[in-house]
């Protein structure tokens, strides 16, 4: 059997098991519902999940009143707990399939050892499709009615869906309001997303690598089979070639010495890096900063350009400034002015661009976001566009030099792990 092909609106991140071998038989717990609706009006399930603010977007489940314990045994719901929560046509809620029986004994042999039990799982649905989802969670909960558990449930393509940590750092802040820490050497994720060959996706695996715990499928942890090998795609920092010169050619200084005023252009894919490079090189030696997306218009950004060089500083036009025509509007302003216009090129693919832009709008460590104001997600056409109207800068377009940077991290240990993690989420 081959796994079911489901489309990025529908569900992702869970998935039916894909690999190894497939149960001949399901495993109905319930075929009908056991007593309508009103079952769940002694379940043991509720949903505790807030309808607004920042977090909306991570539903928030409790069965029975887990406790919050430094070991957690984590688990995927789709393909590793149950078969596929997936919601079908003419299937009632209250029906599932453990993923293999040994399933619900397992979770209670965990409990009983001391682990928190928690469950950790993607489901962007569409409207309808998520309040059907929501319905089936108590069924299952009902059928585990000795093993307290906590189910955080990602219902949007942010920075709670696995790969990204989100839903690991509310299960950190919740457990610290009971004052525990988790020990990540003693803690676990089990997932069906593990990249193997025929896995949907290695995203679980990716999640249990970001959170630096121990990681397992469904096969290796409930059946003991041996590891299978893997392999991880998508876009990770690893792959950024390493000793490149910051700065190329590097045969002379990033500022002219003694500083006279000129016009800086930066070309770049959003995200790349542009404005931190401003704050760490130019800003000190009092380069203007002209950016577009704070004064909001081109007209806006070349009047800023022409007040600075006329108050005879230098300034930086920090946009993207992709092609020939838009650099026109600031070669044409330097050259009136008399005063020289250099082009910085930020070398960097489209892919780091992309990760810097999930880094910043949704994984930055606090202590940058208390500094920085929040950056929503720039959207992925904004890169799409930037790449098909590229033209790369010419001298001969007007520029007494062009430099190209090539990107390196700035940062505390902090920084640089979070930024280290995988961030991408499937498909994008
Ligand atoms: N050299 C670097 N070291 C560490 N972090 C960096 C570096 N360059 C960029 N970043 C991070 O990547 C994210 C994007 O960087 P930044 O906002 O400077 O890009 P930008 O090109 O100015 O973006 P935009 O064009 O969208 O304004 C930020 O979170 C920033 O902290």
Not at 268 to 297: C, I, M, W
Not at 380 to 407: D, H
Request: with cysteine; net charge positive.
């Amino acid at each position: 059997m081959s796994p079911k092909k489901r489309t990025a609106d529908d569900l992702d991140g869970g998935g039916e098991p894909s690999t190894v071998r497939q149960p001949k038989k399901l495993f109905p717990i319930f075929s009908e519902p056991p007593s309508g609706p009103e079952r769940n009006q002694d379940a043991t399930f509720r949903w505790i999940s807030p309808a607004l603010g920042p977090n909306r977007t991570c539903l928030h489940g409790l069965n029975l009143s887990p406790k919050s314990s430094p070991k957690v045994a984590a688990f995927d719901l789709d393909g590793c707990i149950i078969q596929s929560s997936f919601p079908k046509k003419g299937i009632p809620p209250s029906q599932f399939h453990w993923w293999r029986p040994s399933v619900p004994g397992k979770l209670k042999e965990l409990h009983d050892q001391g682990y928190s039990i928690i469950i950790i799982t993607n489901q962007a649905l569409r409207s309808a499709a998520l309040a059907d989802w929501r319905k089936k969670v108590p069924f299952i909960a009902a059928a585990l009615p000795d093993v307290p558990f906590r189910l955080l449930a990602a219902t949007a393509r942010d920075g709670f869906r696995k790969p990204m940590p989100g839903m690991w750092y509310e299960l950190v802040r919740i457990f610290a309001q009971d004052s525990v820490r988790i020990d990540l050497q003693e803690s676990f994720f089990v997932g069906d997303a593990a990249g193997r060959a025929g896995d949907h996706a290695g995203t679980d695996r990716k999640w249990a690598l970001n959170v630096n715990i121990p990681f397992f499928t469904p096969e290796e942890y409930f059946l003991k089979l041996p590891t299978a090998s893997y392999t991880l795609q998508g876009f990770h920092v690893s792959s950024i070639p390493k000793d490149v010169p910051l700065i190329s050619p590097t045969s002379t200084p990033l500022l002219p010495a003694p500083s006279a005023p000129e016009i800086v252009l930066f070309v770049g894919f959003p995200a790349l890096g542009k404005s931190s490079f401003y704050r760490t090189h130019f800003e000190p030696a009092g380069y203007v900063h002209v950016n577009q997306d704070t004064l909001r218009t081109r007209d806006k950004c070349v009047k800023a350009a022409l007040e600075a060089v006329q108050n005879g500083k230098s300034c930086v036009v920090d946009n993207t400034n992709r092609d020939a025509q838009t650099r026109k509007h600031f070669v044409n302003l330097a050259q009136k002015s008399d005063v020289p216009i250099r082009c910085v090129v930020f070398n960097g693919s489209i892919e780091l661009a992309w990760h810097n832009n999930l880094y910043r709008a949704y994984n930055l460590p606090p202590s940058l976001v208390e500094k920085n104001p929040k950056r929503d997600l720039v959207p992925y056409t904004a890169f799409t566009s930037f790449r098909a109207q590229y033209e790369e800068p010419q001298l001969n377009e007007g520029f007494t030099q062009i430099r190209k940077v090539n990107w390196t991290f700035e940062g505390d240990e902090e920084q640089r792990q979070r930024w280290s993690m995988w961030l991408q989420i499937d498909g994008r």
